[in-house]
């Protein structure tokens, strides 16, 4: 068992560090009692290097696990060296599927100083750089030819079924397609909306235009290469006045 001072100062440490990465990130400490969470959170860490090292002598006991709202999440350690300070890694998403990492580097982890606010700032530097190039590869590989969209840009793409898919970035976006049909796949996070119905597949599609404007996301709508478009498509959603956008949340 790890004693309290040891439980307090890595979830301390997790708050500060929380609260200085750049964008959103909240903290949540696994105690050494939370046994199943830190089990299936040890089999989703990206490292084959410092951190992968230290647990397979030390396996978990406990740990701070930061979320950013994209899914991306950062897992907090402690070192067995006799050092102070912890350790740091990149946490694989739940939502994608193993396939997707294939030919992936792994970002692997670093250690950080006692001080979380220098923390931070080696976590901003180093690990998140790697992380969310890692990630952006991940995920482009698991929307198989989807294009990715933006935070304030939601791109839709023909399928060669018919269908129209997309991977939004924000959650309050997934709300809305969601209430226009589209069906969301739990593995890959691609929303798609079937085209077994062209009149209300189109009737949607213009329809999440100006819902998503409220929200300050425009939309585009594309054609995977070597696909031509189907004679009774609808048409492609005007652009959305620049005047009435408003701006979006930073986000990667």
């Known amino acids: 068992m790890h004693d309290h001072d040891t439980s307090e100062r890595l979830a301390s440490y997790a708050d500060v560090l929380a609260g200085e990465l750049p964008d959103t990130w909240t903290s949540t400490h696994l105690p050494p009692d939370a046994k199943d969470d830190l089990a299936e959170l040890a089999d989703r860490i990206r490292d084959l290097d410092l951190v992968a090292a230290s647990l397979a002598e030390h396996p978990l006991q406990q740990a701070a696990v930061l979320s950013r709202p994209d899914g991306a999440q950062l897992v907090l ?26 030919a992936v580097p792994e970002p692997n982890g670093i250690a950080l100083a006692d001080d979380p606010f220098l923390g931070a700032e080696e976590v901003a530097g180093d690990l998140l750089a790697r992380y969310d190039s890692a990630l952006a590869q991940v ?23 018919g269908s129209v898919a997309t991977a939004p970035v924000d959650d309050r976006a997934g709300a809305i397609l969601v209430a226009n049909g589209f069906v969301q796949d739990p593995q890959s996070g691609v929303y798609r909306l079937i085209g077994d119905d062209t009149q209300a597949q189109a009737r949607a599609l213009r329809e999440i235009g100006p819902q998503l404007d409220a929200l300050g996301i425009g939309t585009a709508l594309q054609h995977p290469a070597g696909r031509t478009t189907p004679a009774s498509a609808p ?18």
């Open 139 to 161: 995920r482009h590989n698991a929307l198989g030819g989807i294009q990715p969209s933006q935070p304030d840009r939601i791109v839709l793409t023909w399928q060669q079924d």
């Open 235 to 252: 048409a492609p959603m005007p652009p959305s006045p620049a005047g009435t956008r408003t701006p979006a949340t930073r986000a990667r």
């Open 77 to 102: 350690v402690d070192r067995h060296d006799e050092r102070d300070g912890f350790l740091i890694a990149a946490v694989a998403p739940r939502a994608l599927p193993d396939e997707a990492y294939r």
